[in-house]
């Protein structure tokens, strides 16, 4: 998996990106290089709050169309009286 720079950066794609084989890979080399477990947890923390970030704006979004939507029907509403 390390024979490699690609296969490096690959492996550490494959392992924070699609959270695929995390233990496989992350656990022994943080085992065996302690220092390397910020780069990993802040991979991991950096993509999850990106994830988050990309939902929350959606729902936002929808939410201030869904909101202009009922001003502009009120006050057509408003206006018909």
């Not at 990106?17 to 943080?30: E, F």
Request: glycine share 4%; with cysteine; net charge negative.
């Amino acid at each position: 998996a390390f024979s490699s720079v690609f296969m490096a950066n690959l492996t550490f794609f494959q392992t924070t990106v699609a959270a695929d084989s995390w233990g496989q890979i992350a656990v022994p080399v943080i085992e065996a290089y302690p220092t390397s477990a910020p780069i990993f947890i802040g991979a991991m923390l950096t993509l999850l709050f990106g994830i988050l970030n990309l939902i929350l704006a959606v729902v936002v979004d929808t939410c201030a169309q869904n909101r202009e939507k009922d001003i502009s029907a009120k006050s057509a509403e408003i206006a018909e009286e």
